[in-house]
Nanobody
Framework: QVQLVESGGGLVQAGGSLRLSCAASGRTFSSYAMGWFRQSPGKEREFVSA????????YYVDSVKGRFTISRDSAKNTVYLQMNSLKPEDTAVYYC?????????????????????WGQGTQVTVSS
């Protein structure tokens, strides 16, 4: 059974930083791309970032480019999202997700249907 467990969320002032972690179990983690999504109240879940299975390529939504960094540690079965220069509009529940396709070579999916398993989410609140 696949499990994804996020941690690292919290309350931070604008301009601050947080590092989210997502620990995976139940599948060969290193064979799958991983993604981070977020959802604010009243809004749809949106793509934030993704990283290919080998960690060689990373992808970001324009609004977080230059501020967020995704990485992965296959030895620890963990993917990270380092978030710097946080803004109030980054406030959301952040979810990690496991790609539906093994060893994907096609374009990274930025829609929720491209991911098969999801964590429970971790709240990030940025105060102004």
């Amino acid at each position: 059974q696949v499990q994804l467990v996020e941690s690292g969320g919290g309350l931070v002032q604008a301009g601050g930083s947080l590092r989210l972690s997502c620990a995976a179990s139940g599948r060969t983690f290193s064979s799958y791309a991983m993604g981070w999504f977020r959802q604010s109240p009243g809004k749809e879940r949106e793509f934030v970032s993704a990283i290919r299975s080998n960690g060689g390529m990373t992808y970001y939504v324009d609004s977080v480019k230059g501020r967020f960094t995704i990485s992965r540690d296959s030895a620890k079965n963990t993917v990270y999202l380092q978030m710097n220069s946080l803004k109030p509009e980054d406030t959301a529940v952040y979810y990690c997700a496991l790609d539906r396709a093994i060893s994907r070579t096609t374009p990274i999916r930025r829609d929720i249907k491209g991911y098969e398993y999801w964590g429970q989410g971790t709240q990030v609140t940025v105060s102004s």
